[in-house]
């Protein structure tokens, strides 16, 4: 096997044993494979060894390696910040935003959605433990923003997503989690169809799997270490 094949395995090995840890059925997760700054080939040899569903942080990149892998059947999301110049972008290529945090945004991507394509899956970014640097919308306006995408023609909203600042220990890590998972829970609550809960990287999808998260969103353990290049969501 690949180096790209053996991680991959390792990586669904970790997942298997926290979601038994957790009593979750393991198909109640979902592996995304974050490609960020590695070539075409790497997803491709990903792909080879049965991942499917890949993310990209930068928009330019993640459209030019789309047009080059389009004799492949993956999924596409979008894990960057979104800014209004490349909601077009983001709209005609990708199959998923996670990072949708403004009514403006969602509403651009809904407009700039090509009607061939079916709706664009979407998540609202909350910045669910306050830290400064982060994009997200604040806990208490979650809501009423997740209210508003539900509406918009061209999106199907999924659910939330979160990037939380790296924490101590394993019991931090899963007190975050929670926060999330209990807001996740407060949305459905109050009536809004969502089932994705996108939490949990590299270095803390064990805590996120504890806490509920449905999909982790892992690039280092798969791929290897890469150069950072912007304050974007890692992996």
């Not at 990586?11 to 038994?20: G, N, P, W, Y």
């Not at 047009?67 to 290529?93: E, F, M, Y």
């Not at 019991?171 to 939490?199: C, N, P, W, Y």
């Amino acid at each position: 096997m690949t180096t790209i094949s053996n991680n991959l395995q390792r990586v669904r090995e970790r997942i298997e044993a926290a979601c038994a840890g957790a009593n979750r059925p393991v198909n109640e997760v979902t592996l995304l494979a974050v490609s960020k700054t590695f070539v075409p080939d790497a997803v491709r040899e990903a792909f080879a060894a049965g991942q499917t569903a890949f993310g990209e942080n930068y928009i330019q990149e993640g459209v030019e390696k789309i047009g080059l892998l389009r004799d492949l059947p993956l999924q596409w999301h979008c894990i960057g910040p979104i800014q209004s110049n490349k909601t077009r972008l983001v709209a005609a290529h990708f199959d998923w935003a996670h990072t949708v945090d403004r009514l403006k945004i969602a509403q651009r991507l809904s407009e700039q959605r090509p009607e061939g394509l079916p709706p664009l899956q979407v998540c609202i970014q909350v910045n669910i433990d306050g830290g400064g640097t982060k994009s997200g919308v604040d806990p208490k306006e979650a809501l009423a923003l997740a209210r508003e995408v539900a509406q918009l023609p061209r999106l199907a909203l999924r659910g939330l997503m979160t990037l939380p600042e790296p924490a101590a220990d394993f019991a931090a890590q899963k007190a975050v989690h929670a926060r999330a998972r209990a807001l996740f829970d407060e949305l459905k609550a109050a009536g809004l169809a969502i089932d994705t809960l996108s939490m949990g990287m590299t270095a803390d999808l064990e805590a996120a799997i504890a806490a509920g998260s449905t999909l982790v969103r892992v690039g280092t353990a798969i791929f290897g270490g890469r150069a950072t290049s912007s304050a974007s969501p890692a992996a």
